[in-house]
């Protein structure tokens, strides 16, 4: 038996404190109005820069934005993926066996004040070959599925509007049609509903790349007439929500095609607790607002527009879904009075979020994987089931805003609010992993 089996079974190991990263993407939301910004200064006690912008917070072992452990002491700290190293079995057997001594799922916050790019995440096939031809850009092999939970309104494109939807769009907007060409346009045009998922995805398909591997010119002067014709419009009626949003996307990143491509996509608005299930391949955009985020642990982003990043058009192109209609907005399964669980359709995570009033408590039961636990807003005492001298400090057993928190795997926690409410959040491996073994 390895050292480390030995030693995990003469002692229950303790939650350990995490110092995580931040990114300041010109997207994210300015200083103090910013969500990930109060997190990021609460965890690392450092000061908010009222100039700059705080778009995401990571919670995790991506090299991107590698999380650290606390040690207690005065020694430095330490990646947590190297402190999960030193002892995997804190993972569980389990999600050993299954994905190695790492995490399989990363966590963020998210305080978006202009759009992200139109993008979408490749699947692990896509994933592997990618990261081969192109290490520099796409850092890791894996997939990314994501989730999308809304800690404020949340606004978002996800997947491709529905043949109705399609139609109306060509006829409403006469820029796009003329794009696209009479002949094409019509085809659409004829279609019957019941053809929706055959002919009409392979037409779609055409529409979309002929926008997107346009020149720079011709978008920028089929962007000019549009908005030269809903300005005209908008004396006369009241400019639909999809039009609005176009030419607010288009007043962020002016003459791209981003904006128009906004055309073809859902759109969607969470609200607070509401949620969004990104699969791979599926193009999507956020907005505005602010989100807990979880995915795979990944950081495969391929581009087409709305960014100054790097796009690879012909690689996100040659790999969307072109599934119509409009996404899934998860409301998440009551486990109890306080808290509700978010599955996908993925083994690497679920999220549970709690909301406790004041005094109140929540037992999360032993996982046979590990958890992180990240504290959103308030203060709580939490129970691991510790003998008593376990415990360092005497302040050593409490929670509160910015503070996050690895729990290894077959660790009980009881956590109970001590001030007005405590909002956390819980990140784990798919139960329904350990329930399908």
Not at 75 to 96: N, T
Not at 308 to 327: C, E, F, H, N, W
Not at 409 to 417: P, Q, V
Request: aromatic residues 8%.
């Amino acid at each position: 038996m390895e050292p480390w089996k030995n030693a995990a079974m003469k002692k229950k190991r303790r939650p350990v404190r995490l110092r995580c990263s931040v990114k300041n993407y010109d997207w994210g939301i300015l200083g103090h109005h910013s969500k990930v910004a109060r997190l990021f200064a609460l965890n690392s006690g450092s000061d908010i820069d009222p100039a700059k912008p705080y778009a995401e917070f990571w919670i995790g072992t991506h090299e991107s934005g590698p999380s650290f452990a606390e040690s207690g002491s005065d020694e430095d700290p330490v990646s947590l993926k190297s402190w999960i190293a030193r002892d995997p079995s804190v993972l569980g057997q389990k999600v050993l066996d299954k994905w190695g001594p790492d995490l399989p799922f990363l966590c963020k916050v998210l305080s978006v004040q202009k759009a992200l790019s139109i993008q979408a995440h490749p699947d692990k096939e896509m994933a592997r070959v990618l990261h081969k031809l192109h290490p520099g850009v796409y850092r890791d092999d894996n997939h990314k599925p994501e989730v999308a939970l809304a800690l404020t309104e949340f606004e978002a494109l996800c997947g491709f509007i529905s043949l109705k939807e399609l139609k109306e769009m060509l006829r409403t907007v006469p820029e796009i049609a003329e794009l696209v060409g009479v002949a094409d346009a019509e085809k659409i045009l004829l279609v019957g509903e019941r053809h929706e998922n055959g002919k009409v995805n392979t037409d779609l398909e055409a529409m979309f790349s002929r926008l997107m591997l346009s020149s720079k010119e011709t978008i920028s002067k089929m962007i000019s007439k549009l908005k030269r014709r809903l300005n005209q419009e908008k004396k006369k009626r009241q400019l639909t929500v999809k039009e609005q949003l176009v030419l607010r996307l288009e007043s962020q990143y002016p003459a791209d095609v981003g904006a128009i491509a906004a055309f073809f996509l859902n759109y969607v608005k969470l609200k607070r607790g509401e949620a969004l299930y990104c699969g791979p391949n599926e193009p999507h955009a956020y907005i505005s607002g602010e989100c807990v985020e979880c995915m795979a642990t990944s950081d495969n982003v391929v581009r087409a527009g709305l960014t100054s990043k790097q796009i690879d058009v012909q690689t996100l192109l040659s790999m969307l879904k072109y599934r119509q209609g409009a996404p899934e907005i998860m409301q998440g399964v009551s486990l109890n009075t306080y808290t509700t669980r978010f599955i996908p359709p993925f083994e690497e995570f679920e999220v549970d979020s709690c909301n406790l009033p004041h005094s109140a408590s929540v037992v999360f039961p032993s996982f046979i994987g590990p958890s992180l636990f990240l504290v959103t807003a308030g203060k709580g005492r939490f129970d691991a089931g510790l003998a008593g001298d376990d415990v360092v400090t005497k302040d050593d057993d409490i929670v509160e805003e910015g503070e996050v928190l690895f729990v290894p795997a077959h660790s009980k926690i009881s956590i109970t609010a001590i001030s007005t409410e405590l909002h956390l959040y819980r990140v784990g491996a798919n139960s329904t992993f350990f329930r399908d073994l």
